[in-house]
């Protein structure tokens, strides 16, 4: 991907008549360290959309996110306060035939959005669930401007009220991309 800290992982899928097998995760395969902490497991239906969550860094959460059934658009957003893809965007289509996957550093906003009639995403986290560090900024934020392909996706009441980018910049809720590079050299 484009996004400094963001990895896009496509696995060899060898299929024959009685199905299909592929290694979904494998440690020795990624560009750095990732301790395994706390796995989620996300149902959705078509036009939900989930995110833009980031934690605060240290200790953030890395994700390594896949969609095991149905198909989702991935997005990871650049939120590192100074860093020099801040506020840029990419999005990857995660779906349960091409079997790919997304690893997220800390530091980076990660949100999809449900394609599919029934969406099931499942993330190992780095990190387990730490709500009073956890964040995000609003996913309709008009100057993040992602291009979402529906017209009014199914939000949470939480992200709903998101504060945007800039509010969440003026707040001191982004992390800072010294203290994420900090961070990402400690790992080695």
Same mark, same amino acid.
């Given at each position: 991907?484009?996004? +400094?800290?963001? =990895?896009? *992982?496509?696995?060899?899928?060898?299929?024959?008549?009685? %199905?299909? *097998?592929?290694?979904?995760?494998?440690?020795?395969? #990624? !560009?750095?360290?990732?301790?395994?902490?706390?796995?989620?497991?996300?149902?959705?239906?078509?036009?939900? $959309?989930?995110? @833009?969550?980031?934690?605060?860094?240290? !200790?953030?959460?890395?994700? &390594?996110?896949?969609? @095991?059934?149905?198909?989702? $658009?991935?997005? @990871?957003?650049?939120?590192?306060?100074?860093?020099?893809?801040?506020?840029? =965007?990419?999005?990857?289509?995660? +779906?349960?035939? /091409?079997?790919?996957? @997304? $690893?997220?550093? /800390?530091?980076?906003?990660?949100?999809? #959005?449900? #394609?599919?009639?029934?969406?099931?995403?499942? &993330?190992?986290?780095?990190?387990? &669930?730490?709500?009073?560090?956890?964040? %995000?900024?609003?996913?309709?934020?008009?100057?993040?401007?992602?291009? =979402?392909?529906?017209?009014?996706?199914?939000?949470?009441?939480?992200?709903?009220?998101?504060?945007?980018?800039?509010?969440?910049?003026?707040? %001191? $809720?982004?992390?800072?991309?010294?203290?994420?590079?900090?961070? &990402?050299?400690?790992?080695?």
């Amino acid at each position: 991907m484009s996004i +400094d800290g963001a =990895w896009e *992982f496509t696995p060899r899928v060898h299929a024959d008549s009685r %199905g299909a *097998f592929l290694e979904a995760y494998r440690a020795a395969d #990624l !560009p750095r360290p990732f301790e395994l902490a706390q796995v989620n497991c996300s149902i959705s239906q078509a036009g939900v $959309l989930r995110g @833009v969550h980031f934690a605060d860094v240290p !200790p953030g959460q890395a994700k &390594y996110v896949m969609c @095991v059934s149905g198909a989702i $658009l991935d997005v @990871v957003v650049d939120l590192r306060e100074g860093s020099p893809g801040f506020g840029r =965007w990419e999005a990857v289509q995660l +779906d349960s035939d /091409e079997r790919r996957a @997304v $690893l997220i550093a /800390e530091g980076l906003g990660h949100a999809f #959005l449900a #394609l599919s009639e029934q969406a099931t995403v499942v &993330y190992l986290c780095s990190q387990g &669930y730490n709500p009073g560090h956890e964040h %995000g900024v609003h996913p309709l934020d008009p100057d993040l401007d992602i291009r =979402w392909p529906v017209d009014e996706p199914i939000l949470s009441d939480k992200d709903a009220a998101a504060p945007t980018m800039k509010a969440a910049l003026e707040a %001191g $809720l982004l992390p800072s991309y010294t203290a994420c590079q900090e961070f &990402y050299a400690g790992l080695h």
